[in-house]
C-alpha cells in the first residue's frame, strides 16, 4: 500500500500522539489537530485519503464537521470514528451522518490500524473496480461505477460512501446470501464478530434510501436466520 495522508481530529492528545504514531510505523503520514474548528479549517485545504475523527470536540464537534465533509468535502472519504462508551445516540447519528466505520473508546491500538488498513484497501479495491466498469442496470435501478452514481426512478440517490459500497456487492451477486460475518469482511474489509449491528444499521439505512416501501423490500431481501440477499430478479 501506497502512502496514505490520514488526519485525526482528536482533542485527547495522548490518543492522538499514539495513534499518530502507530500509522506513522506503517508508513502513513498524519496530521493531527486537538480542537474541532481548527481541522475542520484544515480540511477545506488539503486532501486526505481517511479521516479519524472523535466525536467531544472544543471549537466544533465531530458530528457537525462529518455532515459538512459530506456535504461539501467528499462524500467518499473514508472516515472513522471515535466515540465513547456510553454515547450509542452518537454513533447512530455518526452512522446516519455518514460515518463509515466506529471504534469505541477505549479501544486497541492494533485494532485501529486495521479498521484503518480495511477502510483504506476496500477504498482502492473498489476504486479499481469502478474505473473498469460498465452502467450496471437493475430493473429501473441504475448504477454508475465510474461515477459511483446511482439512480432509481430516475432520481439520483445520495448514499454514503459505505452504503455505496455495500450496494454495488450485492448488486454484483444477485440472489447470493450473505450473512453479516461475510458481508463485514467483504464490504468492510474485517470480520469482527460483535460488530454484525453495523451491518443491520446500513442495511436499513440503504433500504430506506433504496426501496419505495422500506418494510417490504424489492432489492435487499432478508433470508432469516442467515443474512441478506439481493433480489435475483427487478
Known sequence: MKEKKIIVIEDNRDISRLIELHLGDIGMSVDAFYDGSEGWQQL??????????????????GLEILKKI?????????ILMLTSRSSEMDRVLGLELGADDYLTKPFSLMELVARVKALLRRQDAFG????????IAFGSLSINPKTREVVRDQQRLELTAREYDLLLHFVRHPGQVFDRMQLLDRVWGYGHDGYEHTVNSHINRLRGKLENNPSEPRYIKTVWGVGYQFAQQP
Open 44 to 61: 477545506q485545504t488539503s486532501r486526505y485519503d481517511l479521516i479519524i475523527l472523535d466525536i467531544m470536540l472544543p471549537g466544533m464537534d
Open 70 to 78: 459530506r456535504g461539501r468535502v467528499d462524500p467518499y472519504m473514508p
Open 128 to 135: 479499481q473496480k469502478d474505473s473498469t466498469d460498465d452502467i
